[in-house]
């Protein structure tokens, strides 16, 4: 009997899973208990667990006679959107999740916007990459134009165009940094070379 269980899954260890659902992990994996470790590939591990929301990879290592073990590489929610009045959290995969149980909702944006899900992160990432502090944003609003308005925590508005948009970022971030600047609440950037302050 031991030499015919010899290699057949017996234990599955999954690990780093902070916000994807361990027991929905567990149940979609209970199939390869008894199936021999020598014969599964990471692809009988991937596709089971491919529509868990917050699971971007995994990595297997097989603990060899018996044990699997999974290390879950998890998206990073992002913000709260809403669509057809319904909210959900958005990831850094740009994955709409119905709204979750997920503690600490309070840091993550807003976004408002007809479509806005399509096109959000790429925006925020170009937002990152122009090193704009984003910590600093309660509030994003998508225009079908293809621009965006920020509102901050602070309550000053910005509002970006829909070309030219990595040196408006960069405008506003120089401008956001002037002591003559903190008095405004509207920072107006949709026409090129042109800055209108309310």
Known sequence: K???NFFMIQNIEIKNNKLSNIIEIEKNLNNLYNKNILLIRSRDIEIPLKEI???????????????LIINIFETK???????DKTKYII????NLIPNQDLENTDDLHN??????EKYFISFY???????FLTNNIKNFYFFKIGRW????????????PSIKIDAAINKSIELLKREDFKK???????VDGKIITE
């Open 2 to 4: 031991n030499k015919k």
């Open 53 to 67: 929301y917050f699971i971007d990879r995994i990595k297997v290592k097989k603990k060899y006679p018996d044990t």
């Open 77 to 83: 929610p992002i913000a709260i959107i809403f669509k």
């Open 91 to 94: 990831d850094s995969s740009s």
């Open 111 to 116: 976004v408002f916007g007809d479509e806005a």
């Open 125 to 131: 990432k170009r937002l990152e990459n122009n090193n």
């Open 149 to 160: 308005d920020l509102e901050l925590k602070n309550d000053v508005i910005i509002k970006l």
């Open 184 to 190: 405004y609440k509207i920072i107006d950037l949709r």
